[in-house]
């Protein structure tokens, strides 16, 4: 255990990172009994401290820390480490353990600012929900080259001791983040990316010349500006966490033979593409349209033709529209920074902005219906006209496409109604396609400027998925995110234990295999095997008289009763309706399935598409020059919502 004078380099980080001598001679030196100290089960705080009075038949009488007497099961006591063991680093030392010593130990050094503790191979991390000097550089420079007994637990201890690794045993690592929505795990990605950057610098940056018309920033520049940019597109306050991650992301960084930064890519998966048209009260759209109207550059302000009120843009206000521990203004430059550093040209950058602001406007279109008929036709063309001048069409093809479309018929095109309610579906289902498009090309763009062509040797990845989510109204977002975080649960499982276990019979301890993955297997299979959830959602969507109704029916016909993890939902006064429960190994979900085959059809209008391939945005009109081979091969979960 490092002394005082060892600490110092940490500078005023060091008291979040460990305690002092004198606390650790003050914790080692209390009075203790190990024959009668413990923790107790009780239902309001989980566990509390107590001493055992006396114990009879199965039965244990504890006296609680705060005076109380509780008579409980003896299987819900449990030891109390020695005091020596209080803030302890590493978990897996404890003398006792079990989830009462887990949780406390993570308690107590939460209650001094410790976020870090290692629970043997893992790193846990508890959110701080505020700002901690704990990633200055000479914190960086502190864990630089240290074992990770050497320093305090630390997200930079796993990350030196993984490009340690790669050095020694020139092989890829991984680093994996998981946890639940608002856990921390995009912060704590972002502090893995900034320590890379910052102790493999790509060489001497005064020999790159830079490119004509381009701001570009150095390599280990663009790696950590690829975070803005993509968290203002990606991000959205929720419920639990006000810049929650809406799509998952594997970070690859690749190092040179030396250990040099040489480039990077990134892989996104499941943009949660509802939001840009919805958000429950609680909510907010995804940043940037409130970056927009912030009015800190007020020629986007005209540029876009909208205002500064997000009220005005039924899109985006569906929600909250402000958010207490983001400053719109001071994140809206560092999006446009980005962009730059990133090297995005002049025509790309404006085209982004417009698309953006284009999107808002859709919200604020208006149909109605012609007199006795159940054709839908515009109430008013100034919408219409601002998406028309912003997206480079036509407003009367664009109008026109959207009430009378032309739809294939065998080898012939006809033109189609559309009643009101088709063409809403229709301009909501465009919004989505043209954001979600938009954002793909950006990591596109932004992994074409990470590739630096330098020789490469080895990688360190690092996933950040979004997290289990269990709100209040959960739907087929909810589904899909906790679906992959059971997957990743599944892998995560196999390959720590299951791969542990291995190396015991190897080294011929004794030893009874357990497969911790096939917990939920139960799970997985229910949603993903044949005639699970996701399969008979795509079968309803064949059928075009299906509804949620019959969805449901399918359901509960198929699964329940027959399978454990499908149940009915209890009726909860004051929450919205729920369809059905899924016992996931984080907890159990209530999920709603209203509109959900819509979701997963999700169908575009080809007529506006071919008016999009024409744009004379250029950004736009290559964001869909591919479309029709894509048609071809259809949609699938995943990129349902």
Partial sequence: M???????VFGEAAHYLRKTEKERVEDQNRPFDARTACFVAEPKEMYVKGTIQSKEGGKATVKTADGKTLTVKEDDVYPMNPPKYDKIEDMANMTHLSEATVLYNLKERYAAWMIYTYSGLFCVTVNPYKWLPVYNPEVVLGYRGKKRQEAPPHIFSISDNAYQFMLTDRENQSVLITGESGAGKTVNTKRVIQYFASIAVSGDKKKEAPTPGKMQGSLEDQIISANPLLEAFGNAKTVRNDNSSRFGKFIRIHFGTTGKLASADIETYLLEKSRVTFQLSAERSYHIFYQVMCNKKPELIDMLLITTNPYDFHFVSQGEITVASIDDAEELMATDTAIDILGFSSDEKVGIYKLTGAVMHHGNMKFKQKQREEQAEPD???EADKIAYLMGLNSAD????????RVKVGNEYVTKGQTVAQVYNNVGALAKSVYEKMFLWMVVRINQQLDTKQARQHFIGVLDIAGFEIFDFNTLEQLCINFTNEKLQQFFNHHMFVLEQEEYKKEGIEWEFIDFGMDLAACIELIEKPMGIFSILEEECMFPKASDTTFKNKLYDQHLGKCNNFQKPKPVKGKPEAHFSLVHYAGTVDYNISGWLEKNKDPLNESV??????????LL???YATHGAEAETGGKIGRAH
Wanted: aromatic share 6%; charged share 20%.
């Fill in 609 to 618: 598409i071919q008016l999009y391939q024409k744009a004379s945005v250029k």
């Fill in 398 to 405: 664009l109008l026109k496409a959207l009430c009378f479309p």
């Fill in 380 to 382: 008013g063309t100034e």
């Fill in 2 to 8: 490092s002394s005082d004078a060892e600490m110092a």
């Fill in 621 to 623: 009109a290559g964001l």
